[in-house]
């Protein structure tokens, strides 16, 4: 829990206060002084008697009892400061902007560490060190700039970066957004992103609480407790959106699997956002922007009426739109479409978009917004574009607009793009509490990522009943490394894995007798591959289509010696559609689970999908949809498509044999080959590590 003296002291000291506010301790005293708070303040420096009209005292020891302190002094003072204020000032409340500790060198990781335990050790809470600090409707601890116009129902925003965080700040607090807190957590010797999520999680009250939180995060310490949080919060009303940065090249690794190389630290991320029902973002500006959609009402369907004065504008947000998965219907032949254009001047259109022309009026703008609210009941929301090239004010529109946002049950987002031309109408429009989004397009890209991010996935799921025991045996027999074929086979047998029947040889008798057993024709064609190349089909070890005996021979004395081959494995060919499930274990994030177009597809195209263990069969088969192949598996140009039940079954069955065997850190089945009736692993590779 954290500390009431850091969320609402009556006391504050800021330890290195000056009168430069240029400088951290002057600005952040400065910041202190001009917000809500009204205890009492103390000031620290031993060259001032008085810090902007505030009393300065020399040393912590003569302060007076103090709740909370700011410290902005060198590092190598702060760890006695601390001591003081916490074992003889009683402060439990502590935001240390000064920088020089884990994030410099080992002796700063060591006072870092001195720091928090004496911390602890009271019962006290850190934001920090090497952080622009902490603000809420309280008071203002930190020493950056803007201060936002807070607002208990504003943004919860809880930042790894205070540099980024006054960057984000200044977008959004241009557009009308607002907040509740700011967390910069800098360091986060103590308290990180997650132990805040987990504190908002645990206070959460339903009416005073902010409904809003925004993340800006370069690492993730805890992806379990932040899955947990962010769940909870968002099942309670809570929306998240979150940027995750640097997940590009430094988090892939070499593997020896396609799983391995598809790991990315990005797709865990990506999995674990999904999963947590938070909406993924990729810049500042798109971050803000999704924050100012889920300021408005929530959108309901997918349906959209674009209401615009400017044609291009209009087109280009139909566009975003449409390609996102929102539609645009077309109301031109509505029933109630005829009395609107009635009411515009003529060259308007209905059609949707509704454009009333750059002559419209905001008496007109109303008669749309009455229609689209009460007539057209197949539009689920409103977007409203209404700009000026500057020959007139726009404020009776955008008072109109104003209106209508309050009484209209369909959410309206406005689109208000002339920043320069009519500013001060603007301006206007966002004291009343509204929020503008000057860019069509971002706001389209916004509102699908919201509408097309999915509900958090249940904390306990039912997984397909698999063999468990019979798990567990296979597992603790074998060793660290890859499996063999009869270990593996045993693992896919007892989850339920559908596979290929298949025998492994080493002697030629033994592969022709096998041959002649099942019956080795044209209509009966074998497969020969090798056993023991991690990658078959790179050093040709792969023979398909094999018709009669003389082939199977010739092809048992090819394959044997290749490098490394110690057996040659043969099974009847099947047909289907090749498809891929793998798995991989992070140690941070637990199973990931993949799956899409497998074969040579996957290196390819990399059409897969990936969720964290554990996964239902209705999850994945939701997932599936998201595939740019998904046509393919259902089947195109006479083609059979792959069983959707049966293969989501599968995917559903590798995530229950991971949380059986987290012994398991890499798994492969690729290819599963996929028809309307069968779903079947043909090649397997499984890792374990214990």
């Known amino acids: 829990m954290i500390a009431k003296e850091l969320l609402n002291p009556k006391s504050i000291v800021v330890c290195g206060a000056s009168s430069d506010i240029h400088k951290p301790g002057g600005k952040a005293l400065k910041n202190l002084l001009e917000s809500p708070f009204r205890g009492p303040v103390y000031a620290v420096n031993p060259k001032e008697t008085e810090v902007q009209g505030v009393k300065c005292y020399a040393s912590v020891n003569d302060l007076p009892q103090v709740e909370c302190a700011i410290l902005c002094i060198a590092a190598k003072f702060c760890a006695q400061t601390v001591d003081v204020l916490a074992k003889e000032k009683g402060c439990k409340g502590f935001i240390i902007i000064s920088a020089g500790f884990s994030e410099e060198s080992h002796e700063g990781a060591e006072i870092e560490k001195h720091i928090v335990d004496t911390i602890n050790s009271v019962g006290g809470s850190l934001i920090g060190p090497n952080c622009t600090g902490f603000l809420n409707v309280n008071y203002a601890g930190c020493f950056d700039t803007p201060i936002p116009k807070l607002d208990p129902k504003g943004v919860d925003f809880i930042t790894g970066s205070g540099a980024t965080a006054v960057f984000i700040k200044e977008y959004g607090m241009s557009n009308g957004l607002k907040f509740n807190s700011v967390w910069a957590v800098g360091n986060s010797a103590q308290l990180g992103i997650e132990d805040v999520l987990e504190h908002l999680d645990e206070t959460f009250d339903p009416v005073k609480s902010s409904h809003v939180i925004m993340l800006y995060m370069e690492k993730i310490g805890d992806p379990q407790r932040l899955l947990k949080h962010s769940r909870s919060l968002i099942n309670k009303g809570c929306h998240i959106a979150a940027i995750k940065s640097g997940g590009s090249a430094a988090g892939s690794r070499a593997a020896s699997s396609h799983t391995g190389a598809l790991a990315t630290n990005d797709a865990a991320v990506d999995a674990l956002f999904r999963k947590a029902g938070i909406v993924r973002c990729n810049n500042r500006q798109e971050l803000t922007t999704v924050c100012g959609v889920f300021m408005h009402p929530e959108i309901k369907g997918k349906r959209c009426a674009v209401i615009t004065?400017?044609?291009?504008?209009?087109?280009?947000?139909?566009?975003?739109?449409?390609?996102?998965?929102?539609?645009?219907?077309?109301?031109?032949?509505?029933?109630?479409?005829?009395?609107?254009?009635?009411?515009?001047?003529?060259?308007s259109s209905v059609g949707n978009p509704i454009d009333f022309l750059a002559t419209g009026t905001a008496e007109q703008l109303g008669y749309i917004i009455d229609t689209v609210e009460n007539e057209y009941t197949d539009i689920d929301f409103s977007v409203v574009i209404f700009g000026s090239p500057g020959l007139f004010s726009n404020k009776e529109v955008y008072d109109l607009l104003d209106a209508k946002m309050k009484t209209c049950k369909k959410p309206i987002f406005p689109v208000l793009p002339s920043i320069i031309n009519v500013k001060d109408e603007i301006e206007d429009f966002i004291a009343k509490g509204r929020i503008n989004f000057p860019e069509e397009c971002v706001l389209g890209n916004a509102i699908c990522k919201v509408y097309n991010t999915p509900k958090p996935q249940p904390e306990h799921v039912e997984l397909p009943k698999i063999d468990v025991a019979r798990i567990r045996k296979t597992i603790d027999r074998c060793k660290s490394g890859y499996l063999e074929i009869a270990d593996y086979n045993e693992l896919l047998d007892a989850?339920?894995?559908?596979?290929?029947?298949?025998?492994?040889?080493?002697?030629?008798?033994?592969?022709?007798?096998?041959?002649?057993?099942?019956?080795?024709?044209?209509?009966?064609?074998?497969?020969?591959?090798?056993?023991?190349?991690?990658?078959k089909s790179d050093v040709g070890g792969v023979t398909l289509g094999v018709k009669d005996l003389d082939t199977v021979a010739k092809e048992f004395d090819r394959l044997i010696v290749i490098p490394e081959t110690y057996a040659v494995e043969m099974y009847p060919m099947l047909d289907g559609t090749d498809v891929y499930i793998g798995a991989i274990k992070d140690a941070k994030f637990g199973h990931q689970i993949f799956f899409g177009l497998g074969g040579i597809f996957i290196e390819v195209l990399k059409d897969v999908q990936s969720a964290l263990a554990p996964i239902t069969a209705d999850e994945a088969k939701e997932m599936l949809k998201q595939l740019k192949g998904y046509k393919i598996l259902q089947g195109v140009r006479g083609q059979e498509g792959v069983n959707l039940d049966l293969y989501a079954d599968q995917v559903a069955r590798v995530s229950a044999l991971v949380q059986a065997a987290p012994e398991i850190a890499e798994m492969d089945l690729n290819p599963l080959l996929g028809n309307p009736k069968n779903v079947v692993a043909v090649d397997a590779r499984i890792r374990i590590e214990k």
């Open 495 to 535: 989850a339920g894995i559908s596979r290929k029947k298949s025998v492994e040889v080493s002697k030629k008798e033994d592969a022709l007798a096998f041959a002649k057993e099942v019956g080795c024709s044209k209509d009966v064609p074998l497969v020969m591959k090798v056993v023991g190349p991690l990658h």
């Open 309 to 347: 004065h400017a044609g291009g504008p209009a087109v280009m947000l139909t566009d975003v739109l449409s390609n996102g998965g929102m539609e645009v219907p077309p109301l031109k032949d509505h029933p109630a479409s005829a009395a609107l254009l009635a009411k515009l001047f003529g060259g």
